[in-house]
């Protein structure tokens, strides 16, 4: 019962920021980085959906020690929050924008919630992702989009889900290949589609926009991300630690940004091959290439702090 009242007050809480952030402070109150665009109520429904969506997953493995949330917990959750919407703002600018159907930048930041989600457990990696990315977006403020938000939340999540697992090492191979299922079939929707538009293009001379493709590097860089994830799972086939935390993360990322994509199709009208090329390509690429590179960096450095501390 305590891990089910834990599990369920954090959904509660993301719901709460996410009502109080967009209908009191961005309608209510008029400010106007706390607003979201076109279809409000949608995006909102995506939101909740997400939430049934980690409820569903929580529920179906809630007698799992990995759902506990007690003091250390809700401490990690607001460390997390706190450093992802931190780093988010840093570098969600227009200095680090990719090639993209709308607003997509390189987000390094990424690497926090699936590290806190795999060292802290799933429900501080969704709630890190979730919450950190919606004060993340305000603090930037381009606006909200909570289906993104919750999105992100989802990566979170998955990366933690390794805790379920008594031997982390079987699920790592039907998980990799799972993502590469996954990779080749957005590799082959991007082959198909090699002119969507990249509309952050902008032709000073003759004031355009729009008017040149999402760049190839965009477009395979998901393909990228995956080889070095291969790479780390296998040169640190003897770290566990490392390789779930790449692999899982993986997954979580490939899953989470395919989630808003996809919600973008009714949200902002967009068809199915415009979700894929233009947004989840665009996002979830780079987000893997960081994934690979970073999250080994931060496993490191928190095995160290715990060896020093006699953890």
């Known amino acids: 019962m305590k891990k089910i009242v ?3 007050v954090a959904l509660l809480v993301i719901l709460a920021v996410v009502i109080l952030s967009v209908v009191v402070l961005g309608n209510m109150m008029g400010i106007e980085r706390f607003q979201t665009g076109e ?36 401490v990690w959750m607001a460390i997390g929050a706190a450093l992802y919407a931190v780093f988010s703002w840093l570098f969600n600018g227009t200095v680090f924008v990719v090639p993209s159907l709308s607003q997509v930048s390189l ?4 690497a926090i919630p699936m590290f806190f989600g795999y060292a802290f457990g799933p429900v501080v ?17 381009f606006g909200l989009s909570p289906q993104w938000s919750i999105a992100n939340g989802l990566v979170g999540m998955i990366a933690g889900l390794p805790a379920l697992f008594s031997d982390k090492k079987k699920s790592l191979n039907t998980v990799l290949i799972v993502g590469g299922l996954l990779t080749i079939i ?15 293009f902008f032709d000073v001379a003759n004031n355009i926009f729009g008017d040149a493709p999402i760049s190839a590097l965009a477009g395979i860089s998901l393909l990228i991300g995956f080889v070095l994830v291969l790479v780390v799972r296998f040169v640190f086939a003897k770290d566990l630690d490392i390789a779930a935390a790449v692999t899982w993360s993986m997954l979580g990322n490939i899953l989470g940004i395919g989630f808003a994509a996809i919600a973008d199709i009714w949200v902002n009208g967009y068809s199915p091959a415009l979700a894929i090329v233009g947004e989840f390509l665009p996002a979830a690429g780079p987000n893997l290439i960081f994934a690979a590179v970073l999250v080994p960096l931060l496993v490191v450095a928190y095995a160290a702090v715990q060896k020093q501390s006699g953890r």
């Not at 909102?44 to 250390?72: D, P, Q, S």
């Not at 590799?187 to 090699?194: E, T």
């Open 186 to 200: 957005g590799l082959v929707i991007w082959y198909l589609n090699r002119t969507m538009p990249n509309m952050l």
């Open 39 to 74: 279809n409000p109520l949608l995006r909102f429904g995506f939101v909740v959906l997400g939430g049934l969506i980690a409820l569903g997953v929580f529920l179906a493995t809630k007698e799992n020690k990995a759902w506990e949330v007690g003091t250390r917990q809700v």
């Open 125 to 141: 990696g969704f709630f890190s992702g979730a919450v950190g990315n919606m004060f993340g977006d305000a603090l930037t403020g």
């Open 107 to 110: 987000r390094p930041a990424i």
């Open 6 to 8: 834990g599990v369920v």
